[in-house]
Antibody, heavy 120, light 108 residues
Framework: QVQLQESGPGLVKPSETLSLTCGVS?????????WGWIRQPPGKGLEWIGS???????YYNSSLKSRLTLSVDTSKNQFSLKLSSVTAADTAVYYC?????????????WGQGTLVTVSS | EIVMTQSPATLSVSPGERATLSCRAS??????LAWYQQKPGQAPSLLMS???TRATGIPARFSGTGSGTEFTLTISSLQSEDFALYYC??????????FGQGTKLEIK
């Protein structure tokens, strides 16, 4: 049974970089899936952020692409997100997830989510 | 970007009755449509993929239909645990997946 767990600061200052890591247990990230991030502003709907394959090939939401970097560490079975130049609009619960590979974008496992607040 | 529109925003239904939730895509997504359920304080969970294939462990009272631009999620006889938020997601436009804004299913 795959389990995903987000970790990282819950408070980030405006203009700084938001950094999160997703630890994966019960499943090797080198086996057959992509690994993604989704966010949900308080009281709002879901927004796809992007996903990454264990090879390091990443796919980004075009609206975030200029500020976003996804990376993967297969030795630690984890993957990470960095979002630069954050504003209050980036305040959200951030979920990491397991995503079908190569365009089969069904999200079959989710982390519990972590709230990141952008505020000075 | 493919825009997903869900209706209604809120649906009030009595336990035991049928609920019908709609999702419309701004352009065809074929059958590349998933449904998720989200309960308060929890992450979403997968209900359906391929527009009509239930995920593992999802009861048969949940059914999905549609293709192209019009999709429906039907819950045939509402149980107390079914009152939640529901989101549709298209995965036709890779890698720019998009979600609907959600339908809140509440107890009438």
């Amino acid at each position: 049974q795959v389990q995903l767990q987000e970790s990282g600061p819950g408070l980030v200052k405006p203009s700084e970089t938001l950094s999160l890591t997703c630890g994966v247990s019960g499943y090797s990230i080198t086996t057959g899936y992509d690994w993604g991030w989704i966010r949900q502003p308080p009281g709002k709907g879901l927004e796809w952020i992007g996903s990454i394959h264990h090879s390091g090939v990443a796919y980004y939401n075009s609206s975030l692409k200029s500020r976003l970097t996804l990376s993967v560490d297969t030795s630690k079975n984890q993957f990470s997100l960095k979002l630069s130049s954050v504003t209050a609009a980036d305040t959200a619960v951030y979920y990491c997830a397991r995503v079908g590979h190569s365009g089969y974008g069904v999200i079959d496992s989710w982390g519990q989510g972590t709230l990141v607040t952008v505020s000075s | 970007e493919i825009v997903m529109t869900q209706s209604p925003a809120t649906l009030s239904v009595s336990p035991g009755e049928r609920a019908t939730l709609s999702c419309r895509a701004s352009q065809s997504v074929s059958s590349n449509l998933a449904w998720y359920q989200q309960k308060p304080g929890q992450a979403p969970s997968l209900l359906m993929s391929g527009a009509s294939t239930r995920a593992t462990g999802i009861p048969a009272r949940f059914s999905g239909t549609g293709s192209g631009t019009e999709f429906t999620l039907t819950i045939s006889s509402l149980q107390s645990e079914d009152f939640a938020l529901y989101y549709c997601q298209q995965y036709s436009s890779w890698p720019s997946y998009t979600f609907g804004q959600g339908t809140k299913l509440e107890i009438k």
